[in-house]
Nanobody, 123 residues
Framework: QVQLVESGGGLVQAGGSLRLSCTAS????????MGWFRQAPGKERDFVAA???????YYADCVKGRSTISRDNAKNTGYLQMNSLKPEDTAVYYC?????????????????WGQGTQVTVSS
């Protein structure tokens, strides 16, 4: 079992930056793929970014060039640095983890989820 806890969300003005953190329980966090998803009010949960256990990075087009996903396995923590934030980035952001799967951007392939952290970007 892996338990995930997100932090770092908040209210920021458009153009600002936030770094979200995802702290995992357990000693094998490095063997998991890690993903970030977001859900805006009234919308489905969408893929944002992912980092495979082997170091491969993947980004949704809507955040590509503005966001960086990373992890520190020694701290059992993953990060999502978001820059040049826009009002349309407003959502609850979820961290997720999985052992393996076919598509790293597919929500249903993730086994473990955090409770989410709210990001609000004002115009």
């Amino acid at each position: 079992q892996v338990q995930l806890v997100e932090s770092g969300g908040g209210l920021v003005q458009a153009g600002g930056s936030l770094r979200l953190s995802c702290t995992a329980s357990g000693r094998t966090f490095g063997s998991y793929d890690m993903g970030w998803f977001r859900q805006a009010p009234g919308k489905e949960r969408d893929f944002v970014a992912a980092l495979s256990w082997s170091g491969g990075t993947y980004y949704a087009d809507c955040v590509k060039g503005r966001s960086t996903i990373s992890r520190d396995n020694a701290k059992n923590t993953g990060y999502l640095q978001m820059n040049s934030l826009k009002p349309e980035d407003t959502a609850v952001y979820y961290c997720a983890a999985r052992i393996r799967g076919l598509s790293i951007a597919t929500m249903n392939e993730y086994d473990y989820w955090g409770q989410g952290t709210q990001v609000t970007v004002s115009s």
